[in-house]
C-alpha cells in the first residue's frame, strides 16, 4: 500500500508556548568542561552560547574567539552589559577584565569552546546526524530540522556553522533534553572535516554529493570526494552511513566508510539499486512531488522547496530518518513545508509598475554544480505576461586552473533552462559572457556592484529574477538593492 502524504504538516502543528529559557550549562559544570579558572563571582544561570555581541542574548556565556579580522576580547565588556551571563577569555587579557563580571579564564578561547562542544555531545542521549556535501548541505539540514520536529526535541546548527568554530559553537549550544541533534559540517582543504566529525561523533553521517567545488586547493574532484569521505572518520561504532548511489563518486565514498567503523551502507538517488529510491519526481515552480520507495515501501510526498537538488536531497532525508527510528510518513508530511533557506532559494515577490516579479535568492555561495542547479530551477519557473527569466550571476571563485572552461561551460544550462537575459560580474563570468548569444546579454561589469544598477533598471513585473555568485563577490548587495528599492508583495506602506 502506498503511503501518500501530499498535504500540508502546518494544519497539525501544535500551537507554540511560550516558556521561559531552560538552563543550558550549569555554571559549575562549566569549570571542567572549558578547564577553566573562574575570576568575580560564577554566573547564576548560562542560558545560551555566543561569540558575536550583535546577536548576544542575555544568559547568554560569551566566547571571546580571536576571529581573522577582530579579537572577540575587544567586546567582553559589551557583553557582559548586553546581560551576558559570563565571559570566556584567555590568560593573556585576564588582568583587563578584573572587575567587569564573571569570566572563564582559559588557556585558549576556540580550544574551550571545542571542549565545551565535547561535554555536550558526551552528555547527550540523542541521535546524531551530520551532513556534508558539495552542494545542499544546509538545505538537507533544514530539512532534517523539519522532518524531525514533530518527533522530538531537535537541534540543530543554525545558518551555515560548519567550519572549526561553528561545529564546536552548534555543539555547545546543545540542550541537554535534545532527542535528535543535526550538524552540517564543511570543508575548504584536506583534513578539515575529520576532527569536526570525530567532534560530533554522529551516528548517521550523510554525503548529499560530490562536485566541482574548492579546485583552487585540490587536485581533481576525486581528491574532493577523499575530503568529504573524511566525516565517516567520525561515525559511532555500527553507524548508518547515507550515500547519493547516482554520484560518480559513490565507490570512492564507500571506500571511505568501509575503512570507518560503520555498520550500514544506506543509498539514495535514482539508481535502480538505491534503497530509497526516486520513482519519478514531478517539479513545480514552488515545489516538487516524489514517489519514491523506501526500503521498497512505496511513499507519495510533496516537498516545499522547488528543484531537482532538493527533491532528491529529501530522500537521503528520509533515509536518515529511517535510520534513526523515526516515523517515516510523519517526517515525509513534514517536508511539504519546507522552505529555501535565505541565500539558497529564498522567493520573494516584489512590486513592479504594473504588477509585480519574483526575485530567487542564490547569493549564498556558488559552485559549477551548484549554479547548474539554479539556473535548472529557474526554468521551471513561470513567469508572467511580458516576463522574462533573467540570471545575474556573479564569479564562482575557488575553481583554480579550470575556472575560466567552468564558467564558460555554464552556456550548456542558460540555453537548456531558455535564459533570457544574463548579467554577469567578475573575470571568471568574462568568459562566460563571450559564449552568450548577443540577445541573451543583459549587462556585464567586473565587479556586482558595477552591475547592480543595470539590473535594477531593466526588471519590470513578470520577471523572474535569480541572482547566484561566491561569497567573496558580494552579489548579495544586488539582491539588498532589491528589496530596498521594490516593495514586497503584501507589504504596507
Do not use: C
Not at 118 to 126: I, L, N
Not at 276 to 299: D, M, N, Y
Request: charged content about 20%; aromatic content about 6%; hydrophobic content about 45%.
Amino acid at each position: 500500500m502506498t503511503i501518500q502524504v501530499l498535504g500540508s504538516a502546518s494544519s497539525i502543528a501544535p500551537a507554540p508556548v511560550e516558556r521561559p529559557p531552560e538552563v543550558l550549562w550549569s555554571p559549575f559544570d562549566l569549570v571542567t568542561a572549558l578547564n577553566a579558572r573562574v575570576t568575580n563571582a560564577l554566573p547564576d544561570r548560562v542560558t545560551g552560547v555566543s561569540i558575536d555581541t550583535r546577536t548576544l542574548a542575555p544568559g547568554d556565556l560569551f566566547f571571546a574567539i580571536r576571529g581573522e579580522n577582530s579579537d572577540g576580547h575587544a567586546f567582553v565588556q559589551q557583553a557582559l552589559a548586553k546581560g551576558a551571563a559570563a565571559a570566556v577569555i584567555d590568560e593573556a587579557h585576564a588582568a583587563s577584565f578584573v572587575n567587569d563580571g564573571p569570566l572563564y579564564v582559559v588557556r585558549d578561547v576556540l580550544e574551550a569552546l571545542r571542549g565545551l562542544g565535547a561535554a555536550a555531545r558526551a552528555r547527550t542521549r540523542a541521535s546524531v546526524i551530520a551532513v556534508t556535501g558539495s552542494v545542499g548541505k544546509t538545505s538537507t539540514k533544514e530539512a532534517l530540522r523539519l522532518a524531525l520536529a514533530r518527533q522530538g526535541r531537535v537541534h540543530a546548527s543554525v545558518a551555515s556553522y560548519n567550519n572549526h568554530w561553528g561545529v564546536p559553537l552548534s555543539l555547545a549550544r546543545m540542550p541537554r533534553r535534545t532527542q535528535f541533534g543535526i550538524f552540517e559540517i564543511g570543508m575548504n582543504a584536506p583534513n578539515e572535516i575529520a576532527p569536526l566529525s570525530r567532534l560530533v561523533r554522529p551516528h548517521v553521517a550523510i554525503v548529499t554529493t560530490v562536485g566541482q567545488v574548492h579546485l583552487e586547493y585540490f587536485p581533481s574532484v576525486a581528491a574532493i570526494a577523499d575530503a568529504k569521505g573524511e566525516i565517516f572518520s567520525g561515525l559511532e561504532p555500527g553507524g548508518t552511513a547515507v550515500l547519493n548511489r547516482d554520484n560518480d563518486q559513490f565507490e570512492r565514498l564507500k571506500a571511505h566508510v568501509l575503512a570507518s567503523g560503520a555498520g550500514r551502507i544506506v543509498t539514495f538517488g535514482e539508481d535502480e539499486s538505491a534503497d530509497v529510491r526516486a520513482l519519478k519526481i514531478v517539479l513545480k515552480p514552488e515545489f516538487s512531488v516524489v514517489e519514491a520507495q523506501v526500503f521498497g515501501a512505496p511513499v507519495v510526498y510533496r516537498v516545499g522547496s522547488p528543484g531537482r537538488h532538493i527533491a532528491l536531497n529529501s530522500l537521503a532525508v528520509l533515509a536518515s530518518v529511517h535510520a534513526v527510528g523515526g516515523d517515516l510518513a510523519l517526517a515525509a508530511l513534514a517536508l511539504a513545508d519546507l522552505a529555501p533557506p535565505v541565500g539558497r532559494g529564498e522567493r520573494i515577490r516584489l512590486n513592479a509598475p504594473g504588477g509585480e516579479f519574483l526575485l530567487i535568492d542564490e547569493s549564498y555561495n556558488a559552485n559549477p554544480t551548484s549554479v547548474t542547479a539554479a539556473l535548472n530551477t529557474l526554468g521551471q519557473s513561470n513567469v508572467g505576461l511580458r516576463g522574462r527569466r533573467i540570471a545575474v550571476l556573479a564569479d564562482m571563485l575557488e575553481l583554480g586552473s579550470d575556472s575560466d572552461v567552468l564558467h564558460a561551460s555554464l552556456n550548456v544550462p542558460i540555453v537548456d533552462n531558455d535564459v533570457d537575459l544574463v548579467f554577469a560580474a567578475g573575470a571568471g563570468m568574462h568568459h562566460l559572457w563571450h559564449t552568450l548569444a548577443p540577445q541573451v546579454r543583459g549587462a556585464y561589469a567586473e565587479t556586482a556592484q558595477g552591475l547592480e544598477e543595470s539590473v535594477l533598471r531593466t526588471v519590470r513585473a513578470g520577471d523572474v529574477v535569480m541572482v547566484k555568485g561566491s561569497n567573496g563577490t558580494k552579489v548579495s548587495r544586488i539582491v539588498t538593492a532589491f528589496k530596498s528599492r521594490f516593495r514586497a508583495v503584501g507589504a504596507g506602506g
